[in-house]
């Protein structure tokens, strides 16, 4: 056994307790193994030295190979006691465990698991555990008899892991999707309450390189220091940390150094997922009723009143920023002030944003510049005590919130902020923009040439829009110009693939039950505009490039270049088809360019009294 393990123990009582983990035995519940006993101990040292002193340094398990025992011995390491799923609090010792492998086949690849899943008010899912991600959503892998026939171990996402990610506990796995970063929050199990516990840790199977690692907060968002994870390619590995008091309120996971795709290994992209799941048992938090919705701090009532969010790009950064528009809220009392929130998990999980006194917009803005509608699911507004309002972990008094309804959230989060299968995993409405774009920047570099009379140079540009528009897989893609080369300037997905994929999402979404009637509409109109481009201007410019190359002269492609380019300007910009000085979305008029403004709408949310 290669296996390596190092405690760092800076107390007495650690040094006890080290001591005696040769007497005592752990079983988890879903795979009961009599581990063996560590045989060597090893160095392994935080990355980042935490910025605030703890008291006490941490114990941190590291291993890989065979990591039976180095699991055992952080179960241990916990209490030894394995608390299950059973809600409510189990007391200072034990802990949670969550191996993946019972969960149904419905919230299963290729379908995805609710952020809340292992925070159930019943057994056996309490387990005290909240979950997100900026990416689409989280994903257990399906396990290999499951009906649909779903590749196991992520061969929904690319075909190549079912045989690299091997599991720890079998057969399924856990992995974020669109994103290769999860967080996780600790709350009393089966609650709302939230908690902090003594430790986390898990198994990771396949990380290549130094990138996978953990970083542990407290209440306050203070770092208590970021660990990494060792490397096993093709393996498993494991990493622990226990604090001596119960401080962790937050961890984040990284995943390796891009998210699950078909580009893992190509660019310096390396992926890692994740197998058992092992915390302390969750603790209280002191005034811990603090951080819950409590009684009104002046007795006041909200006035019937409504303010629209408008998520913004800035700096190329798509929906980085959010402005709340508050003009209409009446100013504050003396010593209140309104908080802003952003909702994680439709409100089990906040962040205040901003306070304000009222009166004017409030405007917010990712600082690392990621995509919001990848990171929140809902905005709300809270009346505070103006000296307690910053130290909150949540709103005490919730006057107006609104939410992205979690039945579309997975699917509006494919279309503008990431797609499992796409380059990059960019996702839809922007692919279909961009590559559109490219598209018509290379008709129109046709054009110039067949002007010029240069048919050769002509044709080859109009291969370029070929294999644009129908992507890698497409009918037809390759060398159409027969210069014995295949060019292809854009990303290889295709727009028809991108027009495709965005009709498919934005169908499912209008076709959700009881959906409120401005959403449907949008979902309609994103679809509708979608197919304008695969059913309509797609076939056209591709019929046109086929004359083009058919041509045997500059002077006879030309006339037939310049209709795609009008062709190929639709497709992106759209087309005032009746004259009404507008582009609406309805047939032969919106194009790309409508889609990516239209699936706003899918997002927009309207700030309304609270219930």
């Known amino acids: 056994m290669k296996t390596v393990i190092r405690l760092i123990l800076c107390f007495v009582g650690y040094l006890a307790l080290a001591l005696l983990l040769t007497a005592c035995g752990g079983q988890d519940e879903s795979a009961a193994v009599e581990a063996p006993q560590p045989t060597a101990a090893a160095v392994a040292t935080p990355t980042e030295v935490p910025t605030q002193a703890t008291g006490q340094e941490p114990v941190i398990v590291t291993g890989s190979g065979d990591i039976t025992a180095v699991v055992e011995q952080y179960r241990q390491l916990l209490g030894g006691v394995n608390n299950g799923g059973e809600p409510d609090h189990k007391g200072a010792d034990g802990y949670r465990e969550i191996n993946w492998d019972t969960a149904p086949d419905e919230v299963a690849a290729p379908n995805f698991l609710a952020p809340d899943f292992f925070n159930a008010p019943e057994a056996p899912r309490a387990r005290g555990l909240v979950l997100n991600t900026p990416g689409t959503g989280l994903m257990i892998s399906a396990d290999s008899d499951n009906p649909a026939g779903v590749l196991p ?92 008091e119960p401080l962790v309120f937050r961890v984040e996971v990284r995943y390796g150094t891009g998210a699950l795709g078909p580009d893992d290994g190509t660019d310096g992209v390396d992926v890692a997922v994740m197998d ?216 290889g997905y295709g727009v028809w693939p991108y027009a495709f994929k965005t009709a498919e999402v934005a169908d499912r979404i209008a076709e959700i039950p009881n959906l409120a009637d401005p959403l449907q509409q949008a979902a309609l109109n994103v679809g509708l505009c979608a197919r304008n481009i695969s059913g309509t201007w797609g076939p056209a410019a591709k019929e046109q490039a086929a004359q083009i190359l058919a041509a045997t002269d500059a002077a006879t492609a030309q006339a037939t270049a310049q209709e795609m380019v009008t062709t190929l300007d639709a497709l992106l910009n759209g087309l005032d088809s009746d004259g009404n000085g507008q582009i609406d979305p309805q047939p032969a008029e919106c194009g790309a360019e409508q889609v990516y403004r239209l699936s706003h709408g899918l997002f927009a949310l309207s700030l309304v009294k609270s219930q």
């Open 276 to 491: 058992n799941f092992i915390f302390g048992e969750p603790q209280p938090l002191a005034g811990t009723e603090a951080a819950l919705p409590a009684a009104n701090p002046a007795g006041l009532i909200p006035p019937d009143l409504t303010f629209i969010a408008d998520f913004q790009t800035v700096d190329e950064q798509r929906l980085s920023a959010v402005t709340v528009d508050l003009t209409s809220l009446p100013p504050a009392s003396d010593g209140l002030t309104y908080g802003v929130w952003s909702s994680g998990d439709q409100g089990v999980s906040w962040q205040m944003l901003d306070t304000t006194p009222g009166g004017q917009p409030v405007t917010y803005q990712s600082p690392t510049g990621h995509n919001l509608v990848g990171e929140i699911d809902g905005l709300a507004l809270s009346l505070e005590e103006s000296a307690s309002a910053k130290g909150l972990t949540g709103p005490t008094t919730i006057w107006y919130e609104a939410h992205i309804p979690p039945a579309i959230l997975p699917d509006v989060r494919l279309l503008v902020v990431a797609a499992p299968d796409t380059p990059g995993g960019v996702p839809y409405d922007p692919g279909l923009k961009a590559q559109a774009g490219v598209a018509l920047t290379h008709g129109g570099l046709a054009l110039a040439a067949l002007e010029r009379g240069d048919l050769a140079g002509g044709q080859g540009h109009i291969e370029h829009v070929w294999n644009i528009l129908t992507g890698l897989t497409g009918e037809g893609y390759g060398d159409v110009n027969g210069d014995g080369q295949i060019q292809n300037p854009g990303d």
């Open 153 to 244: 171990r992520f061969g929904n996402i690319n075909a190549q892991y079912a045989d690299s990610f091997q599991t720890f506990s079998p057969e399924r796995l856990f992995s974020p999707v669109g994103s290769n970063i999860v967080n996780m929050n600790f709350f009393i199990p089966g609650t709302n309450t939230p908690a902090a516990v003594r430790g986390f840790g898990a198994v990771y199977t396949d990380v290549d390189t130094d990138h996978t690692a953990f970083e542990y907060f407290d209440v306050d968002g203070q770092s208590l220091g970021k660990f990494e994870t060792p490397i096993a390619d093709n393996g498993l590995s494991f990493l622990g940390v226990v604090f001596p």
